[in-house]
């Protein structure tokens, strides 16, 4: 990592700590795993910037600080298996991984899928499982998790995903329409239903249905 690089991680690790993020795991997951290697190559000076940025497909790459607060509200223990929705260029999905025992990561468009899986193959961990299928739909597919990360928003609470749930899982998920501000949710599982915590607001992009046929 060069010295610009470096200053910007450090920037960053300094902001999460003033805005109450002292999980000292996640703090060593962002150390661990390099930004950069992940932004697109024009936007590798911004790697710590506050904002989202554009990746191939349309989509768009959540914001460094947004991926800190999702992923302490999510609350990951070592012995978790985890399930994202969303893989976009895998940075999530790394972190994750130092988190967490299984991180299983699903993304519609073979694009990002492909280039995700490779980057993620170069850090030489086995622990990351990246499958080109439609994530908006709960399936057998998907495993059990003990967590559920969506990085896309839901109109309403999924509830089919509770069959991907182990007992007192969580999902952690935007819902809301795709014109209106959404609501980050913390969902539960007790028994049979979802216990709903409203988080913060956020403003991200719809789920779609479907593999992409063209990219």
Do not use: W
């Amino acid at each position: 990592m060069d010295n610009d690089n470096r200053e910007a991680l450090a920037e960053f690790l300094l902001r999460l700590r003033s805005n109450g993020i002292m999980d000292h795991r996640l703090l060593t997951a962002f150390e661990d795993v390099p930004r950069r290697n992940f932004v697109p190559v024009i936007h590798v000076t911004e790697a710590y910037a506050r904002g989202q940025m554009p990746i191939e497909c349309g989509q768009s790459m959540t914001a460094v600080s947004m991926v800190a607060k999702v992923l302490s509200a999510l609350q990951v223990e070592s012995t978790h298996r985890i399930l994202e929705l969303g893989t976009g260029t895998g940075y999530q999905a790394a972190l994750l991984g130092r988190l967490a025992t299984k991180v299983v990561s699903v993304e519609r468009f073979r694009t990002l899928h492909d280039k995700a899986k490779d980057r993620l193959a170069q850090l030489r961990v086995e622990k990351y499982f990246v499958k080109l299928i439609d994530g908006s739909l709960a399936s057998a597919e998907l495993g059990v998790s003990d967590r559920i990360i969506s990085n896309f928003a839901f109109p309403e609470i999924p509830k089919s995903f509770l069959e991907n749930l182990a007992p007192n899982g969580v999902m952690v998920v935007p819902i809301g329409q795709p014109d209106e501000l959404q609501i980050m949710k913390r969902l539960t599982k007790v028994g049979s239903r979802f216990n709903s915590e409203d988080l913060f607001p956020i403003r991200t992009q719809p789920y779609i249905s479907g593999v992409s046929k063209a990219i």
